[in-house]
């Protein structure tokens, strides 16, 4: 499956991606199992450092026994993308685009989800067969940007990533975002009641 159908396939159901960035193992499972029982279908670990992809590989092995996917996130270098793979990752995503990265995690069957933030990256992923993007960062480029992108490029299918939370993620949707990720609303349940609304 190619990254416009993995995404579409996931994200269009359930247009929320849950973020878990830099907690410790348990800490990243209880948020895991909390996002999943809210259901959302894709988690991303941020890997940047060993203990991160530790947690990765631990949550790529809970979501299994599930049947949920989980993707490494920060992917910056082909190398990263390798250990994403060697993790059992689902898919990568990065903060921007970078073709060598790209490359690689098409040659390991990873789909890919390159951040954007000029109308020449954009460009630059359409050009790669990427229509999925990633909107980096959401909360400073702020909601109207995706009006102003979609003139231009009306196929791209953004994901508004950075500073989005259940206050303002529906803002990001009703602009014309595909999907939200999010992460620290998992930690708190009044949050958590408002994300599953979105989904209502």
């Not at 960062?137 to 989005?164: K, N, R």
């Amino acid at each position: 499956m190619d990254s416009t159908d993995f995404f579409a396939s996931h994200l269009t159901e359930s247009p929320l991606v849950g973020i878990f960035r830099g907690l410790d193992l348990d800490r990243t499972l209880e948020l895991c199992s909390r996002a999943w029982d809210n259901g959302i279908h894709l988690i991303e670990i941020p890997i940047q450092s060993r203990e991160a992809v530790d947690c990765l590989r631990a949550a790529v092995k809970a979501g299994a026994a599930i049947g949920r996917l989980v993707g490494a996130g920060t992917v910056t270098s082909p190398e990263r993308a390798q250990a994403a793979a060697d993790a059992g990752a689902a898919f990568t995503v990065a903060p921007g685009i970078v073709p060598a990265v790209v490359a690689e995690s098409e040659r390991l069957g990873l789909p890919h989800l390159p951040g954007v933030a000029t109308s020449s990256e954009i460009g630059l992923a359409l050009g790669l067969g990427l229509r999925w993007q990633k909107m980096f960062p959401a909360a400073q480029l702020g909601a109207s940007w995706l009006a102003a992108q979609h003139g231009p490029y009306p196929e791209v299918c953004f994901v508004a990533t950075g500073g989005i939370d259940s206050y303002n993620a529906e803002e990001f949707l009703r602009s014309g975002a595909s999907a939200v990720a999010v992460g620290n609303a998992f930690a708190d349940h009044e949050q958590i009641e408002r994300l599953a609304q979105l989904r209502s």
